[in-house]
């Protein structure tokens, strides 16, 4: 069974700092890739960033590229999201997801999104 546990969101104010991490069970996490999908107040859920199996290659949406970083600790079964210079705009539940394929990418597995972690960036 997979699980799924966001953890590390918070209150910030603009212009700092917060590191998610996420720790996962029920598979070979070293064999996935990870994605941070992220829901806002009001809308529906967007991607935010991707990190291939052994973490050399990542990808983010063009709102957050140079701020947020995603990694990955395989001997862990974590992935992380080190977010800085945060906006209002970040405000979101913050939460991650696994690909439905082993070792290549074949999209968002939804299912095994956890509960999430709340972002709140506000003065």
């Known amino acids: 069974q997979v699980q799924t546990v966001e953890s590390g969101g918070g209150l910030v104010q603009p212009g700092g700092s917060l590191r998610l991490s996420c720790t996962v069970s029920?598979?070979?996490?070293?064999?996935?890739?990870m994605y941070w999908v992220r829901q806002a107040p009001g809308k529906g859920l967007e991607w935010v960033s991707w990190i291939n199996v052994d973490g050399r290659e990542t990808k983010y949406r063009e709102s957050v590229k140079g701020r947020f970083t995603m990694s990955r600790d395989n001997a862990k079964s974590t992935t992380y999201l080190q977010m800085n210079m945060l906006t209002p705009e970040d405000r979101a539940v913050y939460y991650c997801?696994?690909?439905?394929?082993?070792?290549?990418?074949?999209?968002?597995?939804?299912?095994?999104r956890g509960q999430g972690t709340q972002v709140t960036v506000a003065s």
């Open positions: 997801v696994r690909d439905r394929s082993r070792i290549v990418s074949g999209g968002l597995e939804w299912s095994t």
């Open positions: 029920g598979f070979i996490f070293s064999d996935y890739w």
